[in-house]
């Protein structure tokens, strides 16, 4: 069974500002968008959401009309920018934005996560998911495209367009590990 990665719906802030691990608000249209993202998700037997209000409110939504039970994972919110949190993208000064395109993965310009550590929190929130059962994750479309590079999808899953309330589907091949020193557990790096 695939693990389901759902991006919470639009949030209240412009498309130009920098939020990341910031708890912002959802857009007021949140009611016809969660309706939308429940008519075309498949069956589920469990929902995992990251801990930040724009997800954990849609996966609350989800959970009470699917009747499944809805857990907290910390490792499925969104990468912290820092001092980059809550400005616009355009104000970020360039020489911060170069030093982080530079080195992508472990680069910190603005004082919070880099890439790197971003994927493991998302290797080890991916291994807790339970490969017998069919799981949801509520979260944001940074952890989306960091499963979907720890899958093999490349150093194009780093640009891959993720929409608001848009789901994407792992393998249970790659996106679970089910037991301690297998290829997959290797594979997502949390078993050496």
Do not use: K, N
């Not at 075309?40 to 954990?56: E, K, W």
């Not at 530079?102 to 971003?118: C, I, K, N, T």
């Not at 367009?161 to 594979?187: I, M, W």
């Amino acid at each position: 069974m695939p693990l389901t990665l759902l991006r919470h719906t639009a949030p209240a802030v412009g498309p130009e500002v920098c939020y990341g691990a910031s708890d912002v608000a959802l857009a007021p249209g949140f009611d016809a968008e969660a309706a939308a993202v429940l008519a075309r998700l498949p069956r589920t037997a469990r929902i995992v959401t990251s801990p930040l209000a724009r997800c954990a409110r849609l996966a609350d939504f989800l959970g009470a009309r699917l009747g499944v039970p809805v857990t907290v994972d910390p490792d499925w919110r969104e990468l912290d920018f820092g001092a980059w949190e809550g400005h616009p993208w355009p104000e970020i000064p360039t020489p911060e934005v170069e030093a982080w395109a530079a080195d992508f993965m472990e680069a910190r310009p603005h004082g919070g996560e880099s890439v790197a550590m971003l994927l493991r929190r998302v290797r080890r929130a991916v291994a807790r998911c339970c490969p017998e059962e069919t799981w949801l994750a509520v979260t944001h479309g940074g952890p989306i495209r960091a499963a979907l590079f720890a899958a093999g999808g490349g150093s194009g899953s780093w640009i891959r367009a993720v929409s608001f309330g848009g789901t994407v589907a792992l393998p249970r091949a790659l996106g679970v590990a089910p037991a301690h020193g297998t290829a997959a557990d290797r594979l997502w790096g949390v078993y050496p």
